[in-house]
């Protein structure tokens, strides 16, 4: 079973760059795609990045494309979510998730099976 831990979440100043790192253990020969999500408060998670375990292609929310990076080290098991530039409206709490399966959109919930516990990002103007 593949476990997630997502660390690096902070407060920030508008301007400011946080790193996202998510740690992946278990068995992941079947992870076909990895995700991060953020949830705004009383709201539904949404996607913001994804990448290929092969590391073949990586998509981004429109929201985030040229502030934001996905990237992950497979010797260190590791996911990673580079920030910078951030604004107010990118406080949330953040989510990586693994999907074992294709077939649906890398942006909804459905497509993932694994989610680790959150890191919260606060970004103040």
């Known amino acids: 079973q593949v476990q997630l831990v997502e660390s690096g979440g902070g407060s920030v100043q508008a301007g400011g760059s946080l790193r996202l790192s998510c740690a992946v253990s278990?068995?992941?020969?079947?992870?076909?795609?990895m995700g991060w999500f953020r949830q705004y408060s009383g709201k539904e998670r949404e996607g913001v990045a994804a990448?290929?375990?092969?590391?073949?292609?990586?998509l981004y929310a429109d929201s985030v494309k040229g502030r934001f990076t996905i990237s992950q080290d497979n010797a260190k098991k590791t996911l990673y979510l580079q920030m910078n530039s951030l604004k107010p409206e990118d406080t949330a709490m953040y989510y990586c998730?693994?999907?074992?399966?294709?077939?649906?959109?890398?942006?909804?919930?459905?497509?993932?099976?694994?989610w680790g516990q959150g890191t919260q990002v606060t970004v103040s103007s």
């Open positions: 998730a693994a999907a074992s399966r294709w077939g649906i959109v890398w942006s909804s919930v459905r497509a993932y099976n694994i």
């Open positions: 278990g068995y992941t020969d079947r992870t076909k795609f």
């Open positions: 990448i290929f375990t092969d590391g073949s292609r990586v």
